[in-house]
């Protein structure tokens, strides 16, 4: 019942910008730490950026042109990306920890969202 829904993939020419969403639901107090992941094919999934209280961190290779923030009351996440290259080709996905209400807290993942970026 618990899910995180990512949105907001495409296909973007370079040098365009798109904004992804991971909306939270199923009885959530709140969003702990969030964080964006990727995976491009016969790659690794690594860590793109992160969100908490206080902090965001970014991989070197988003540095300057992706954006993490969230909206507590709306209990999503978004991920702004500019100045797309084709190297940002990948599924991404959202990574959070849920305060659930009744549940105390726990880790989910969202399914994945598409992001192509042409030449």
């Known amino acids: 019942q618990v899910q995180l829904v990512e949105s907001g993939g495409g296909l973007v020419q370079a040098g365009g910008s798109l904004r992804l969403s991971c909306v939270a639901s199923?009885?959530?107090?709140?969003?702990?730490?969030a964080g964006w992941y990727r995976q491009a094919p016969g790659k690794q999934r690594e860590l793109v950026a992160t969100?908490?209280?206080?902090?965001?961190n970014y991989a070197d290779s988003v540095k300057g042109r992706f954006t993490i923030s969230r909206d507590n009351a709306k209990n999503t996440v978004y991920l702004q990306m500019n100045s797309l290259k084709p190297e940002d080709t990948a599924v991404y996905y959202c990574?959070?920890?849920?305060?659930?209400?009744?549940?105390?807290?726990?880790?989910?993942w969202g399914q994945g969202t598409q992001v192509t970026v042409s030449s």
């Open positions: 969100i908490t209280s206080g902090n965001t």
């Open positions: 199923g009885g959530i107090l709140k969003i702990n730490t």
């Open positions: 990574n959070a920890v849920l305060w659930l209400r009744g549940r105390g807290e726990d880790d989910y």
